[in-house]
């Protein structure tokens, strides 16, 4: 069953056409993350599922029913907010309960929703401070729970940790993840920020333009993009793109450097187009050659350091690559080594159309 239906929605503000025909399910229970580059109309998406914009046309259905031209209140959601939207003169108790007394519900059950979310998000003991007294994360665990004690069909999350530090992003996803295993609700989650929606999302939904480009599970997407746009805008360090030509048996690059590209057949040769590949399937070569891989030699550039790894940078074919390599194999900036690359997992991108082949 899907909690969540849109059918060809349409926004329009005057002659900015910002979502393009949307079609999307989401079902009961799924973790759905709608991605993409700023303008891409993600926010606007998720605003007129909420009601907060009015669709130009199309159809919404919000637990099976229509609710397209339905007010907010009305359509069975809970949303949080990326500016938190906590009434100052209101304590952290009275802030999760506002909804629920402006609904009449009877104030057992309003001490009952809110000792109940207090306790899964953990803020029980901040329940009589006021939101200036609060950490950015404090706060945005207070607009979580004003939201989940709604007891709403569908949970909407516009960007909400974007104005929270690094460490606190990190902890609040965790948090999030738990939430959503825990309730087992349906959720939709805006964000631009592609780990976000890699590590929480059942299903992501990438857009650009206000149209969707591919949705799939994040792994899906990850190894299997259906165009450029995808492949590099998923993955932390980004895809390496390296112009080529395709040859019976591989891609030739510009350097004179040739890579054979095992099981695929059909190729095109002198047809142009774009290698692709991951950071994560390159490594530094072994004493032995693992099938469908090739061997390159290169000079490492540039080494940052993130810990046990490292990325590096290194020239290849005419342009500059990034390898993600175990810390402790890599050679010192400048010296001359080589490189094992996982040919199985490449990528190869038509040059004109920018779609995968």
């Not at 909400?160 to 087992?184: F, T, Y």
């Not at 692709?276 to 050659?289: D, E, K, N, V």
């Not at 000079?299 to 005419?318: C, D, F, K, W, Y």
Request: hydrophobic share 45%; net charge neutral.
């Amino acid at each position: 069953m899907s909690d969540l239906k849109i059918a060809n929605l349409h926004k329009h503000y005057g002659a900015f056409h910002a979502v393009k025909g949307i079609d999307l399910d989401v079902a009961s229970g799924e973790f759905t993350v709608l991605v993409g580059p700023s303008g891409c109309g993600k926010s606007t998406l998720l605003r007129t599922i909420a009601g907060l914009e009015e669709a130009s046309s199309g159809k919404i259905e919000i637990g099976g029913r229509d609710v397209t031209w339905a007010r907010p209140r009305d359509r069975d959601i809970a949303m949080v907010f990326q500016n938190y939207a906590l009434y100052p003169y209101l304590n952290v108790k009275d802030n999760i309960a506002f909804g629920l007394r402006a609904r009449k519900f009877a104030e057992p059950e309003v001490e009952k929703r809110v000792a109940r979310a207090a306790e899964i998000l953990g803020i029980a003991h901040l329940l009589a401070r006021f939101p200036r007294e609060l950490s950015g994360g404090q706060r945005q665990r207070v607009a979580i729970g004003r939201a989940i004690v709604r007891d709403a069909i569908l949970y909407l999350f516009d960007e909400p940790l974007s104005n929270l530090d690094a460490q606190l992003r990190d902890d609040m996803r965790v948090e999030i993840k738990r939430l959503h295993q825990e309730l087992g609700r349906t959720m939709v989650y805006v964000t631009h920020d592609q780990i976000e929606a890699m590590t929480l999302a059942d299903r992501i939904v990438l857009l650009r333009d206000g149209v969707i480009e591919q949705q799939g599970a994040p792994l899906d997407l990850f190894e299997r993009p259906a165009s450029r746009f995808v492949a590099g805008f998923l993955g932390s360090p980004k895809m390496n793109f390296i112009p080529a030509t395709l040859t019976t048996s591989g891609v030739a690059l510009r350097d004179g450097t040739t890579l054979a590209l095992p099981g695929r057949s059909g190729l095109e040769p002198g047809r142009a187009v774009i290698l692709g590949l991951r950071p994560q399937y390159i490594a530094m070569a072994g004493q032995s050659l693992t099938p469908g891989h090739v061997r390159v030699p290169v000079i490492i550039e540039l080494v940052q350091p993130t810990g046990s790894r490292v990325q590096a940078t290194m020239p290849l074919g005419g342009a500059s690559i990034i390898a993600e390599l175990a810390a402790h194999d890599v050679s010192r900036p400048g010296e001359k080594t080589e490189i094992d690359i996982d040919m199985t997992r490449a990528v190869i991108i038509d040059a004109q159309t920018e779609k995968v082949i």
